[in-house]
């Protein structure tokens, strides 16, 4: 009866550990479909709610990751099904400008930004994703790091002099592109 109840907790603590872990592939797997960050999260969040509220109906842990992206699916077509209903033909307007190129000098860019947080010491790394990336306050980065907040401001202004001097040479080429073509357009 112990080795029961001891294979539960340890078959939910599994299973609460792949929704976790499961959670960025969800999320990008929505934003592909979606292409709204809003929507591609909520969509997520309805599908880990669901998962947890009708775990038993999952027999094999195996195919969990499956049955995770099943119910992601049908959280998108309850979504457009209800939306449906409110909008008509008339008023949908669908707008994208975003061309391929675009798409791909975008990614690149974070990329870049990316390799170059990347390259930062730890210590500037934290503070620079902390304050610039998630928004937190120099106070709130001092008490969670545990560091005077001089310490914070000075950390942060270093990482961003380091990025700044790593990505330099991104934004001149663009520039030095459009002045290439403002010359050739006089």
């Known amino acids: 009866m112990a080795a029961t109840i001891f294979s539960g907790i340890n078959q939910r603590r599994a299973f609460k550990k792949l ?3 499961s959670r960025e592939r969800l999320y990008r797997m929505a934003y592909a479909w979606t292409h709204n960050p809003h929507l591609a999260d909520d969509l997520v969040q309805q599908t880990l709610c669901k998962a947890l509220t009708n775990q038993k109906q999952l027999k094999d842990m195996g195919a969990a990751e499956a049955w995770l992206f099943r119910i992601l699916a049908n959280c998108l077509k309850d979504h457009y099904r209800a939306k ?3 909008l008509s033909a008339e008023e949908l307007v669908i707008v994208d400008n975003r ?3 675009h798409e791909s000098e975008e990614q690149q860019l974070v990329q870049k930004v990316r390799q170059a947080v990347r390259n930062l010491p730890l210590a500037q790394c934290q503070v620079i994703t902390l304050v610039d990336l998630e928004g937190f306050t120099y106070a709130t980065v001092a008490e969670t790091l ?6 914070v ?3 942060l ?3 961003r002099r380091a990025l700044r001097e790593h990505l330099i040479d991104v934004r001149p080429q663009a520039k030095t592109e459009r002045a290439v073509i403002l010359k050739r357009v006089k």
Do not use: D, K
């Not at 545990?146 to 310490?151: A, I, K, N, Q, R």
């Open 157 to 159: 202004c270093r990482g």
């Open 19 to 21: 929704l976790g872990n």
């Open 146 to 151: 545990e560091l005077p907040v001089g310490t």
């Open 153 to 155: 401001m000075s950390r």
């Open 84 to 86: 449906r209903e409110v």
């Open 99 to 101: 061309t391929p190129e």
